[in-house]
T-cell receptor, first 114, second 116 residues
Framework: GDSVTQMEGPVTLSEEAFLTINCTYT??????LFWYVQYPGEGLQLLLK?????DKGSNKGFEATYRKETTSFHLEKGSVQVSDSAVYFC?????????????FGKGITLSVRP | EPEVTQTPSHQVTQMGQEVILRCVPI?????FYWYRQILGQKVEFLVS????????KSEIFDDQFSVERPDGSNFTLKIRSTKLEDSAMYFC??????????????FGSGTQLSVL
């Protein structure tokens, strides 16, 4: 079945550091890929998405490129802020069904120090 | 921005007791979901609900679980006889249903269920 693997956390960075969070997936067909973020005390929110190979999703300075050849969707940001401290989830959606069911990774906690 | 609301934020119960987790999806949404995350593990799909019936469920969603939309605004998850391994964070989600795939899900902040 479909699966998503995220790098182990947590991750602690200083403000303005470069961020990479790795995500790889296994899926049949052509899934859509997502990054969701959960800030403290809030629900998961869509951060960005990509629906086909070589698409780049971007939002709030974060980027991720859908790499079919390496089955990856790594999240990057050039300069993190304290306000980026949150839990980040990589996910995929099977494009063959109408249900938009998401398959998630474990999530990784990012803490940014001032 | 409209929100999915979940109550309570924390629920503690004794093993074998019934619990009902409550969710109020965004008002014009048509598709509803429950997910859960056991501590340290992945967020797992439990069930999806559309047009007043279950559209898909996972292997986790056995006879101990049920969902209901009793009044057109609430969407509940019931666990009939809780087990220790049901302890998890339970997330409710909804989406408008205007496109078949790739549509953004809106999540609630979760209910942390602890079974003692």
């Amino acid at each position: 079945g479909d699966s998503v693997t995220q790098m182990e956390g947590p991750v602690t960075l200083s403000e303005e550091a470069f961020l990479t969070i790795n995500c790889t997936y296994t899926a049949t067909g052509y899934p859509s890929l997502f990054w969701y973020v959960q800030y403290p005390g809030e629900g998961l929110q869509l951060l960005l998405k990509a629906t086909k190979a070589d698409d780049k999703g971007s939002n709030k300075g974060f980027e991720a490129t859908y790499r079919k050849e390496t089955t990856s969707f790594h999240l990057e940001k050039g300069s993190v802020q304290v306000s980026d401290s949150a839990v980040y989830f990589c996910a995929l959606s099977d494009s063959s069904g109408a249900n938009s069911k998401l398959t998630f990774g474990k999530g990784i906690t990012l803490s940014v120090r001032p | 921005e409209p929100e999915v609301t979940q109550t309570p934020s924390h629920q503690v119960t004794q093993m074998g007791q019934e619990v009902i987790l409550r969710c109020v999806p965004i008002s014009n949404h048509l598709y509803f979901y429950w997910y859960r995350q056991i501590l340290g593990q992945k967020v797992e799909f439990l069930v999806s609900f559309y047009n007043n019936e279950i559209s898909e469920k996972s292997e986790i969603f056995d006879d101990q679980f049920s969902v209901e939309r009793p009044d057109g605004s609430n969407f509940t998850l019931k666990i009939r006889s809780t087990k220790l391994e049901d302890s998890a964070m339970y997330f409710c989600a909804s989406r408008p249903g205007q496109s078949a795939t790739n549509e953004k899900l809106f999540f609630g902040s979760g209910t942390q269920l602890s079974v003692l």
